[in-house]
């Protein structure tokens, strides 16, 4: 329940014919309110407060600079404030999203931030019509993908990929691109494509601007793809690349430590029956044997390759 600090002059104010849009404004934007409630106390005014100027009572047109006094409020609160208070405001703006497009994801992109802590990400999407430039586009929806990848949802990561590739023109800004062609490898890595993940990631590490931790770690994410792509030329071509690399040697996947540091996705089973990571090594083994014996017997085949010879 709201204090009587918020219900009082609000109600005052309606029983006074008070200048309702401007006492309201000015009670939102006072610093009292914020600094003397509690955590709990200060939602349930706020609750209160956006239930008065979004009521049938208050014109839209009176309704978007209010709103826009609330937003600069909810940004300052903490994290569990934002996401009780800004889920409270997008129920009651469905109604009335058409009119307030911008207020309307302004809260949602604060609620996204609010609700982004370790084990549990959602995603809010912004509204589908919103009037916004092609840059803002592709720097909100790259912000979705990354949020998707990290709650592995490689398909709705994908599709908003997809969004970005179709604007009409290219991406500026700098660490936008980054973004980009480090989503672009990451979904080609969920989805076993594994030659083509390794490039992206080593187009990333190659990359002017890009931080010596972060290139180190596109370095080995391109390194654990080549070897597990398919045997053949190019894949050979992308672990020669790769070897000439002079920070290779000082990657983990280097040594010993390159199967600790495998991902689930890249330990699964294949339809045949065989992990992906033994299915590279097995093709890899075979390709270096047509490189030493022009015939051999199938027994000795298996035998070098570490395989059982059944039947």
């Known amino acids: ?14 029983r006074t014919h008070i200048n309702q849009q401007s006492y309201s404004n000015s009670l939102i934007s006072s610093n009292e309110m914020v600094t003397t409630s509690t955590g709990h106390e200060l939602a349930q005014d706020l609750i209160y407060y956006l239930d008065s100027i979004l009521s049938e009572e208050v014109g839209i047109i009176a309704a978007r600079p209010l709103l826009d006094a609330f937003i600069a409020v909810l940004r300052s609160l903490t994290a569990e404030t934002k996401i009780k208070v800004g889920q409270h405001a997008i129920t009651l703006l469905q109604a ?16 996204a931030d609010a609700l982004r802590i370790p084990g549990r990400i959602h995603i809010r999407r912004p509204p589908p019509k919103r009037l916004v430039s092609n840059t803002a586009k592709a720097r909100l929806w790259i912000r979705i993908v990354r949020y998707y990848l990290e709650d592995d949802d490689t398909t709705s990561a994908e599709a908003f990929l997809n969004r970005i590739e179709n604007l009409p023109s290219e991406i500026e800004d700098h660490d936008s691109k980054l973004s980009f062609q480090l989503s672009q490898a990451r979904i080609l890595d969920a989805r076993r494509r594994f030659l083509d993940a390794a490039q992206e990631y080593f187009k990333r590490e190659s990359r002017a601007g890009v931080d010596e931790e972060d290139r180190l770690t596109a370095l080995s994410a391109a390194i654990r793809c ?21 920070r290779t040697p000082s990657v983990d996947e280097f040594v010993a430590a390159f199967a600790k540091k495998v991902a689930s996705h890249q330990l699964a089973v294949t339809a045949d029956g065989t992990a992906v990571l033994d299915k590279a090594v097995i093709e890899h083994n075979l390709v270096a044997a047509s490189k030493l014996y022009e015939a051999i017997h199938v027994d000795d085949l298996g035998l070098i390759l570490g395989l059982q010879i059944f039947g």
């Open 96 to 111: 009335r999203s058409a009119s307030v497009k911008e207020q309307d994801s302004q809260i949602r992109e604060i609620l």
């Open 226 to 246: 080549a070897v597990l792509a398919p045997a053949g030329p190019q894949r050979s071509r992308s672990l020669a690349r790769l070897y000439k690399d002079d």
């Open 1 to 14: 329940m709201a204090s009587q600090k918020m219900t009082n002059p609000l109600s005052a104010s309606k």
